[in-house]
Structure formats: C-alpha cells, structure tokens
C-alpha cells in the first residue's frame, strides 16, 4: 500500500489508512487493538479472524489449517459440524496434528453463539466502547516517551542542550 495512493487528497477513508500505516510504522498498531465479539458467528471467519485468544486460529494450530477444506470458512460454519472429516482433506494423524486437532476442539467446545450479529470491540476503550481520547493518549505517550528517548541520547536535559 502506498502512501501516495492515500494521500490527503483523496477520500477520508485513505486518508485513515495512511494514517493508521504511518503510526504503524512508529510502533503504533491501532489495527491490532481492535478485536471481535462474537455473537452469530456468520461474519466472523473461523481461521483468519482473532476471535478465540490473543491470535488467528490458523496461527494456534497451524497443522488442522493446512487441512482445512475451505479456509475462507465463518466461526458459525464450524462451530456448526458435528464430523469434522467432511470439512478436512484427510484426518489428522497421530503426533502434533492430533495434538492441534485436540487442543483445537476443546478451545472452541464451549463456544455458544447467540441471535446477535459479530462485532468489534475497541481493547483500549472504557464501557462506552472507542474513543478519540484513548487514541490520543497512546499516540502521545508513544510519541513523547521516543522524544524524551532521543533528547537523553543526544544529551539535552530541560530544552537546552548540554554538548
């Protein structure tokens, strides 16, 4: 993605995502304070989507992904099949994919969908979900804690130089 390609010029929404890239690459993964709540499962997908632990499920068990017959597949596809062998190119064989099979299904085991749609949640935000204010303080103390850093190393101390 090229920042040119989201430069101020065009839409809002490029103007977002070059916004969202240029604090990425200064160690600001906005992104990845976003997670998924799930409720039906149907927009959520099952392998790609960070919505059972702290990564994707094709991540966790990298061995059953490799498996899998329809990768593009939803959290409510699977959590709907009772025989996992119509939906897998071949049955796991001993050792670490059955190990990963195991594991996989009892992480999801007690997973109960309900009536409401998927949605996001903001991991920094209070009870009344995202706010302006929660980027704001991450940024600024990202920001300022790397130009304290640099105003130490290049021996400032109070805005005046001591070289």
């Known amino acids: 993605m090229e920042d040119s390609h989201y430069s101020s010029s065009s839409s809002t929404w490029g103007t977002i995502l070059s916004s969202i890239k240029r604090l990425k690459l200064r160690g600001i993964d906005l992104l990845s304070l976003c997670v998924r709540k799930i409720g039906n499962g149907v927009s959520c997908r099952f392998w790609e989507d960070i919505w059972c632990g702290t990564q994707p499920l094709k991540m ?69 979900g995202f706010s302006v204010a929660s980027v704001r303080t991450l940024v600024d103390s990202n920001i300022l804690d790397t ?16 070289g």
Not at 73 to 100: F, H, K, N, Y
Not at 147 to 162: L, R
């Open 147 to 162: 130009f304290v850093d640099i105003a130490v190393a290049i021996g400032c101390d109070g805005g005046h130089y001591s």
């Open 60 to 128: 966790q068990f990298p061995r059953i992904f490799l498996l899998e017959s329809v990768r593009e597949c939803s959290v409510a596809d699977r959590l709907s099949i009772q025989d996992w062998t119509s939906v897998l190119r071949r049955q796991p064989r001993g050792g670490a994919e059955m190990s990963q099979f195991s594991d996989l299904k009892s992480l999801i085991q007690g997973v109960v969908l309900s009536n409401s749609s998927d949605s996001w949640l903001w991991s920094l935000g209070t009870s009344n």
